[in-house]
């Protein structure tokens, strides 16, 4: 069996399982045989919808006389980041330590004791822009390793005691206050993109969890600024090629600064951060396009990402067939003036022309546009441009899809039933909730032991050999504890509870209340990651500070909102000097400013007052609050423990810094008690 692949549950391992390279999966195995073999290990890094991956897989991995070199040579490790995100991350680290940039696809190369000597991402096949072939890569290695075997092996030592010196130093250990959070909000300002709504330059991604930085920032404290940005960002994004104009959803980010042509592969991770994001800009300021996108989002989300079992898949790739054979990347989405009116017809096409911005000399390659809504004046009519979006969507449909990464990683879909919950709540969709309900089950059922311990992915109903990271329990925690705001589902309470017990006592480091992304008893790395800054999804770290601050103002837990607390001391130490990139650090900080405010609802669950009020509370603004429903005396909730109706009628509490306000039976006081 000289390819090890074929029994692998990631789509992206199974990509390579007839490569003509002898690939090993990560494992102690592979190793052992570097060691039998006295050869240097190649270590290949992506994930199934990285284009770059495909390319290079196409170049070098399915080319014979390369791997006859590989297969000579090296013991050849191919891992998929997004079910070792671990491995990912120490390795990646190395790379931009020692070349100042990273990416995928990550090649490394390892010592028998995995420890790393030399570094790079995509290697073309020839010499090409300054860089050298795959081809001459391995030649050097190769000779580096017969030739200088001691030098590599101080150097690879050195790096390696380099990296498991990096223990991150957070600073005191005192909360995040009101001048870190402005000295925030002003390091945001200063890198925000007036002109066209994100911050930085090109390449631009979502900004996920600084939106919602800005958002709980204006509901606690007015800023109109803050708001403005949140606002204007979402609909720069909205109205960009970055947004499927027909099928909702957002691809991963946008190659220039206006967000006209995307990277096109579709994340789960972006998709549930985005809808949950323009749901709470539609609470905040009642805007009929957020309202719209969010829930188009949600929609793409449950028809193209739901897989058979209930859960959600990671991802649609960017690449699909452009109807010649070749794969090319857009394809699926992309239109020129002469498929509109093949389509169309050419009133519709010159209509759907100037309202998509699709042009002659097009905005993207060989004349094709990504459709976008252009600023434009004059008043469309709808009804037309309906039509006109439904017949492009029916022949778009007719084209050779994207392939569709089917693993479902426990943390996304964790983030997806928090979107999904919300996002069925707000806007009266029963069925969202149904679909979110579905994930969770699915993950206690498939993921979750008898210990409560997650595994990190499943496919097809079988789940993942890998443990779960930090980013599992405590985006699963989140999604957990929106269901049970929700739904009044005690149950899910208990399992964000069993969850979180797994961060105190595994994740935790006692001493100085630092989070780590590996359980104390995960496999052993060259360094045990440890990463508190946000990337494409919230940091561990910040993700399970939000919910364990959460799950205390739900249950009283003291010890859960201490640790919460001394894990926010990192917000304090970055989230002035580098704001972009502990969004949701500084937002869960902005939670604990405010309370979080704690809201029990008690009614009966068929009185109409008792859904009314409970509305009120879900659509309350103020960050980070957290909601109970059920009946005085049904002990699904600990929030609910002695609450009584007020004569006879639903009945509200708000707390708040252990200070409660009178209960009222009245939706509007309850609004007002809620705002700032």
């Not at 990296?163 to 945001?188: I, K, N, T, V």
């Not at 059922?445 to 210990?451: T, V, Y």
């Amino acid at each position: 069996m000289p390819n090890r692949l074929a029994d692998e549950t990631s789509p992206y391992l199974l990509q390579h399982a007839d490569n003509p390279v002898h690939w090993w999966p990560w494992s102690e195995e592979a190793f052992e045989e570097a060691r039998r073999t006295g050869r240097p290990v190649l270590l290949s890094v992506g994930y199934s919808s990285c284009h770059w991956c495909h390319v290079m897989a196409h170049e070098s991995f399915e080319d014979q006389e390369t791997a006859d070199y590989l297969n000579a040579h090296f013991v050849s490790v191919k891992v998929d980041r997004e079910e070792r995100p671990d491995v990912d991350a120490v390795y990646m680290e190395a790379v931009q330590a020692a070349t100042g940039q990273g990416g995928w696809p990550m090649t490394v190369f390892l010592t028998a004791d995995a420890e790393p000597f030399y570094f790079g991402t995509y290697f073309p096949p020839e010499p090409r822009h300054g860089s050298p072939s795959f081809r001459q890569v391995l030649e050097g290695v190769r000779s580096a390793w017969t030739d200088r075997r001691d030098e590599v092996a101080e150097v690879a030592g050195k790096i390696a005691r380099d990296l498991a010196g990096r223990e991150f130093g957070f600073g005191d250990a005192r909360l995040p206050g009101e001048e870190e959070l402005s000295q925030a909000l002003l390091g945001l300002t200063r890198d925000y993109d007036a002109t066209y709504g994100g911050f930085g330059g090109a390449p631009k991604f979502p900004p996920s969890m600084a939106v919602e930085f800005l958002l709980r920032h204006h509901a606690r404290t007015g800023a109109e600024g803050a708001l403005q940005m949140a606002a204007d960002t979402c609909e720069r994004m909205a109205r960009g090629g970055i947004y499927d104009q027909l099928g909702g959803g957002f691809a991963r980010y946008s190659v220039d600064r206006e967000w006209v042509v995307p990277h096109f592969e579709k994340m789960l991770y972006d998709n549930a951060l985005l809808c949950r994001v323009y749901a709470h800009l539609w609470r905040a300021t009642g805007s009929d396009l957020a309202r719209r996108v969010a829930l188009e989002t949600a929609d793409f989300m449950v028809r193209e990402l739901r897989t058979a079992e209930g859960g959600f898949a990671s991802a649609l790739d960017a690449d699909s067939d452009d109807g010649t054979g070749r794969h090319v990347e857009g394809a699926y989405y992309v239109w020129t003036p002469e498929e509109l009116r093949e389509v169309l017809g050419e009133q519709d096409a010159a209509l759907a022309a100037d309202y998509f911005g699709v042009s002659e000399e097009g905005t993207f390659e060989e004349g094709a546009s990504v459709l976008q809504l252009p600023q434009r004046g004059g008043v469309s009519d709808a009804a037309r441009i309906a039509s006109v979006k439904a017949r492009l969507k029916d022949a778009r449909d007719g084209r050779p899809a994207p392939g569709r990464d089917d693993k479902v990683v426990a943390a996304w879909n964790g983030l997806a039933i928090a979107a999904l919950a919300e996002t069925g709540a707000y806007f009266d969709r029963p069925d969202l909730v149904d679909a979110a309900l579905g994930a969770a089950d699915l993950l206690v059922r498939l993921h979750l032991d008898e210990q409560a311990r997650l595994a990190r992915t499943s496919k097809d109903g079988r789940a993942g050999a890998h443990a779960g990271v930090l980013e599992d329990y405590a985006d699963v925690a989140e999604g957990f504890l929106a269901l049970a705001a929700v739904t009044g589902e005690g149950v899910w309470l208990d399992f964000a509870g069993f969850l979180l017990d797994h961060v105190l006592t595994r994740f935790t480091d006692e001493e100085s209340g630092a989070l780590y992304d590996t359980a104390v008893d995960a496999e052993k790395l060259i360094r045990r990651p440890q990463d508190p800054t946000d990337n494409a999804t919230p940091s561990g770290w910040s993700a399970a500070a939000g919910a364990l601050l959460s799950y205390a103002a739900q249950t009283g837990s003291e010890t859960h909102r201490r640790t919460a607390e001394r894990a926010l001391g990192v917000v304090k130490a970055l989230g002035p000097r580098a704001p972009r990139f502990v969004g949701w650090g500084l937002a869960t900080a902005e939670a604990q400013l405010d309370g979080p405010r704690e809201v029990a609802v008690v009614g009966p669950a068929d009185d109409p007052a008792t859904r009314e009020l409970h509305r009120a509370a879900l659509l309350a603004t103020a960050p980070g609050a957290v909601v109970a429903v059920g009946t005085p005396d049904s002990g699904e909730l600990p929030l609910l423990a002695g609450r009584s109706l007020v004569g006879g009628e639903p009945t509200a509490y708000v707390c708040r810094h252990f200070t409660c306000d009178a209960p009222t039976t009245e939706t509007d006081r309850l609004r007002a008690a809620l705002g700032r």
